[in-house]
Nanobody, 117 residues
């Protein structure tokens, strides 16, 4: 099993920055890929970006150049650094982890980011 807990959300003005954290516990050594998703009010959940066990990252076009995903293996934590935030970035942000060895996928409970003046 893998447990994921997100933190770092809050209210920020347009143009501001936030760093979200995803603290993991359990069988984390077997996680092959970490992802961040978000769900805005009234919209479907969408992928924001991913980082693989080898460190490769990719992002949805709308956040490229503004968001960065990184890992701290010593702290068992994945981060989402969000810069130049826009009102349309307002959403609940979720951490996700894939274990390809057993075909399992895990979700955190999410953290709310509100971008507003």
């Amino acid at each position: 099993q893998v447990q994921l807990v997100e933190s770092g959300g809050g209210l920020v003005q347009p143009g501001g920055s936030l760093r979200l954290s995803c603290a993991a516990s359990g069988s984390i050594s077997t996680i092959a890929r970490w992802s961040w998703y978000r769900q805005a009010p009234g919209k479907e959940r969408e992928l924001v970006g991913r980082i693989t066990s080898s460190g490769f990252t990719n992002y949805v076009q709308s956040v490229k150049g503004r968001f960065t995903i990184s890992r701290d293996n010593a702290k068992n934590t994945v981060y989402l650094q969000m810069n130049s935030l826009k009102p349309e970035d307002t959403a609940v942000y979720y951490c996700n982890a894939d274990r390809f060895d057993v075909g399992m996928n895990y979700w955190g409970k999410g953290t709310l980011v509100t971008v507003s003046s």
